[in-house]
């Protein structure tokens, strides 16, 4: 788990550090979860110290597993760093042309352009990683009633490809954006 990603700094923001979640990630997750919106729009919801212990747990499987590859997002600051984002790869299978993004953005980093750059840097490296193993486009979902989505999707070179009806465990319609790889 020694994969380590940047994004650049721009004019208005600066750099990016993607890497691993690490056990010493429970505070920063769960006061990125205090965030009602962020509670809203996620399936499984971090809001106990066992929930975060559960989110790092499945993270470091997913790395073991070589399937599913979930980085938290940096962002540096006077004292350290602080948590902006997390990106997630998942149902990453030898000889399978796709695999999903995921992600979502804590609140103080929304509107900053983090999510596309973190995307971005999440994409690159999955084309790097696994085109030659089959990899041959990697798919955003999110449901219809997330603008903010759909603009992260664009930015980040996801094409809308389609409206998918609502299905369990998604009680909306949902689009389907469609990246390529080179």
Known sequence: MSVVLTAAATPTAPGLLLRPWRDGDTDALLEAYRDPVLRAWTRLPVTTRAEARAFLR??????AAGRRFSFAVLEPTPAGESLVACVVLKEVRPGHPSAEVGYWTAAPARGRGVAPRAVDAVTGWACTRFAAGGLA???LLHQVDNPASCRVAEKSGYALAEVVPARPPFPRDGHRHVRRLP
């Open 58 to 63: 499945r993270a470091r499987q997913g790395w």
């Open 137 to 139: 486009f990697l798919e």
